[in-house]
């Protein structure tokens, strides 16, 4: 079960391990369209979501309904410490 404040990244666009299978199918394609996004636009619901880099989505399991917000790291970042501290 996920919990308020997990962190996931996702690396060559694979399911990150520990995420749930269910939610990554309904959130992989805006993944997948927010890395490859141009960086000063926002790339959908120009209405609402107005920062260029940030996604909101859902998990489509309406008993257990979980809210995700997406952003895309512009910078190289020591993932090494991330995965040893997470794993």
Not at 11 to 22: I, S
Not at 24 to 40: G, N, R, T
Not at 67 to 83: C, M, N, P, Q, V
Request: charged share 25%; proline share 3%; glycine share 6%.
């Amino acid at each position: 079960m996920h919990k308020v404040g997990d962190s996931f990244i996702s690396l060559g666009f694979d399911k990150p391990q520990g995420f749930c299978d269910e939610a990554w199918k309904a959130i992989y394609q805006y993944v997948f369209a927010l890395a490859h996004s141009d960086k000063e636009n926002v790339f959908y619901f120009k209405d609402w979501i107005k920062k260029p880099g940030v996604a909101i989505n859902s998990c489509n399991d309406g008993v257990r309904p979980v809210i995700f917000k997406l952003t895309r790291l512009d910078s190289s970042a020591d993932l090494g410490e991330f995965y040893n501290k997470n794993i």
